[in-house]
């Protein structure tokens, strides 16, 4: 068995223990209920509606803000919205222009390009006939010369028997 003054000395101990526990219970308790308790004069019915009221109306207050911001924002999306639905149309529109234009160079240019055809066909002949016409204009003023020269020779020819017989009449020539 134990004798009483050691039991009584372990008593002393789990006293000391025990008013250390309950102090530091004490101090969790108050850190407790100074951060995250509710005010004694905020929980009766009245003060918890008042605090409820408060809270709608600033909720409200902010919804009515946040819904006049976003209408702002609808009213300037749908102006520029607008804005580009119309240049949207002013380009196709533009677009529409510039491929009725393009249609009509096209056609112009395969126009050209055809009647440019034409042309080189018809310089080309015309160089064809100018070239038969030079040598037919060459071979006709050879053949006139050669008939010239001929028709000279002719003359010269007659002119030396002419003389040839005057001289043999005169008894000169043989």
């Known amino acids: 068995m134990v004798p ?3 039991r009584e000395a372990r008593e ?3 006293d000391v223990l025990e008013v250390v526990a309950a102090v530091a219970a004490l101090v969790l308790l108050l850190v407790c209920a100074v951060s995250d308790v509710p005010r004694l004069y905020l929980t009766t019915p009245g003060a918890r509606a008042a605090k409820e009221r408060e809270s709608n109306q600033q909720s409200f207050a902010l919804l009515q803000t946040a819904t006049r911001e976003l209408q702002a924002r609808d009213v300037a999306m749908q102006a520029e919205l ?16 510039l491929t009725e234009g393009h249609g009509a ?3 112009r240019v395969t126009a050209t390009a ?12 015309a160089n064809e006939r100018l070239t038969k016409f030079s040598e037919s204009a060459v071979l006709e003023r050879i053949t006139k ?3 010239d020269a001929a028709t000279r020779a002719n003359q010269s020819d ?6 040839t017989l005057k001289l043999q009449k005169a008894g ?3």
């Open 4 to 6: 009483y003054s050691m």
């Open 12 to 14: 002393l101990r789990k």
């Open 145 to 147: 010369e050669r008939d």
């Open 114 to 125: 055809a009647k440019l055809q034409q042309f080189e066909t018809a310089v080309h002949q």
């Open 172 to 174: 000169i020539y043989p």
């Open 158 to 163: 007659d002119q030396v028997r002419q003389l």
């Open 82 to 97: 607008a804005k580009i639905t119309r240049l949207l149309e002013t380009t196709r529109s533009n677009l529409a222009n």
């Open 105 to 107: 160079l096209d056609m």
